[in-house]
Nanobody
């Protein structure tokens, strides 16, 4: 079992940057693919980025490609999301999740463990 907790959210102006970090517990962290999702008010939770157990394979939602970078440190049991050139439409609650899969997944239903989320607000 894996427990995850996000940190690093906040309020930023459009064009700014934020770095989200997800700390995971459990000795098998490196066995899980990890993902970031977000949910805006009144909308469904959507995929943002995911990374394989090794960190070699990374997937991104089209609107964040070139702006967001996902990375992981298996020695520290952490996964991060560096967000640059933020836009107001990036606003939402960002969730970290772990999937019992070596390969990254884009579907909400593929993830087994979720954090409580961290709020990201981008002002125009």
């Amino acid at each position: 079992q894996v427990q995850v907790e996000e940190s690093g959210g906040g309020l930023v102006q459009a064009g700014g940057s934020l770095r989200l970090t997800c700390a995971a517990s459990g000795q098998t962290f490196s066995s899980y693919a990890m993902g970031w999702f977000r949910q805006a008010p009144g909308k469904e939770r959507e995929f943002v980025a995911a990374i394989s157990w090794s960190g070699v394979i990374r997937n991104y939602e089209d609107s964040v490609k070139g702006r967001f970078t996902i990375s992981r440190d298996n020695a520290k049991n952490t996964v991060s999301l560096q967000m640059n050139s933020l836009k107001p439409e990036d606003t939402g609650v960002y969730y970290c999740a772990a999937a019992s899969s070596r390969l990254p997944r884009t579907e909400v239903g593929s993830y087994d463990y979720w954090g409580q989320g961290t709020q990201v607000t981008v002002s125009s």
